[in-house]
Every structure is written in structure tokens, then in C-alpha cells.
């Protein structure tokens, strides 16, 4: 049963383009969404969050969209660079952190 | 060193020996985590402790023990190792437990 979903195991975007990653979540109690971001053989480390309450948040070059009619929240990486290839993870919250399964993100330059 | 660190980074042992793996933080956070990275499965939590002597079960406990006798001590325990618990094992803390988890640098255990 998994409430936190990534679809999509893999994207590959050229540089300077953007990148969407994309999170489904099936639990409406979630309040707090973030995503984490993972390179090898290193632990993830926190990128961005947004409250339940937000539909956007911004920080530099990423942006997280929740529409929570739709239950679906995405990450926005403009413009994407090398350094970004890695895998990012959604998470989800009540109380305890669920974790979206990772989509891999490779920057072509 | 300042941060959250795992120790050891790599494991292979074999099926039914006890395995621990050790986890340190540095900030004197309250909330300490253990997760576990499979394929396909994302971060699933095994335990987590909300301070010194509270922990509490996660998603799956099932073949783990922890302690906290200190609060920047989270050991993890496997008390007789199956091949179902190969895995990367990540160890996080967070101030409150509401705020952003901090990860360590994972131990990649081998269960032969």
C-alpha cells in the first residue's frame, strides 16, 4: 500500500532545460510535503518543502507545486545543470515521513 | 567531527549472526530515525526515538531492536540476520521531529 508514489523510476532532460519530477500521494491527512535529493553513496539531503496549506514554494532554481484536489505534488529544476543528476525523493507527513519510491534524474549536457 | 554519522559504512555478514550498526549525532537533536533503502521501496522507517529511552516502532520493525540509552546514540540491531535484510540502512535526526530530517551516510549491510 504504498501512499507515497513516483511513477516515473527514471527522466533525462538536456541542460538548461527544465526538469519536472512528479509525486502522487493517496492520504489527504499528509500536512507537510518535501523532497529529499541523493547521490551515491551519500545520504539524501533535504532540497525544498511545502506546508498543506501552500500551493507553491520557491527557492532558486527549484520550485514545488502541491494541487491538492489532484493529491500530486512536482518539483521544478530551471535551468537543470550537471550537478543535478541524482535521485530525489518526495516525502510525505503525519507525524512520520513516508517516502515516495525515487526517481533518477540525469542531466544530458 | 560537527553532523550525523554511520558506522560501519560497509558490512557482510552471514544469516543468523547478530549484526549493529551505529549511528552518532552531534547536534543534540531529540528525534533520531532508522530507514531502509530498497529497490523499489523508497525509505521505508524501521524505528525512530522521539528522545533518550522512547523509541517506537515504524513501517518495519520486524528483525530489528534499538536502543537510546544517549541521546546522540541511535544503535540499530539485527539479532540474527536474514538475506531479506540486505540492504542500505540510512540513520536521520531532526530537531522536533517536525522539522527536516538530517541523514547520515547510510551503511550498506550484506547478508550472505
Known amino acids: 500500500d504504498q501512499q507515497v508514489k513516483q511513477n516515473s523510476p527514471s527522466l533525462s532532460v538536456q541542460e538548461g532545460r527544465i526538469s519536472i519530477l512528479n509525486c502522487d500521494y493517496t492520504n489527504s491527512m499528509f500536512d507537510y510535503f518535501l523532497w529529499y535529493k541523493k547521490y551515491p553513496a551519500e545520504g539524501p539531503t533535504f532540497l525544498i518543502s511545502?506546508?498543506?496549506?501552500?500551493d507553491k514554494n520557491e527557492d532558486g532554481r527549484f520550485t514545488v507545486f502541491l494541487n491538492k484536489s489532484a493529491k500530486h505534488l512536482s518539483l521544478h529544476i530551471v535551468p537543470s545543470q550537471p550537478g543535478d543528476s541524482a535521485v530525489y525523493f518526495c516525502a510525505a507527513r503525519i507525524q512520520k515521513l513516508t517516502f515516495g519510491t525515487g526517481t533518477r534524474l540525469t542531466i544530458i549536457p | 567531527d560537527a553532523g550525523i554519522t554511520q558506522s560501519p559504512r560497509y558490512k557482510i555478514t552471514e544469516t543468523g549472526r547478530q549484526v549493529t550498526l551505529m549511528c552518532h549525532q552531534t547536534w543534540s537533536h531529540s528525534y533520531m530515525f532508522w530507514y531502509r533503502q530498497d529497490l523499489g521501496h523508497g525509505l521505508r522507517l524501521i524505528y525512530y526515538s522521539a528522545a533518550a529511552d522512547i523509541t517506537d516502532k515504524g513501517e518495519v520493525p520486524d528483525g530489528y531492536v534499538v536502543s537510546r540509552s544517549k541521546t546522540e546514540n541511535f544503535p540499530l540491531t539485527l539479532e540474527s540476520a536474514t538475506r531479506s535484510q540486505t540492504s542500505v540502512y540510512f540513520c536521520?535526526?531532526?530537531?522536533?521531529?517536525?522539522?527536516?530530517?538530517?541523514f547520515g551516510p547510510g551503511t550498506r549491510l550484506l547478508v550472505l
Open positions: 536521520a535526526s531532526s530537531p522536533n521531529g517536525l522539522e527536516t530530517q538530517y
Open positions: 511545502i506546508s498543506s496549506i501552500k
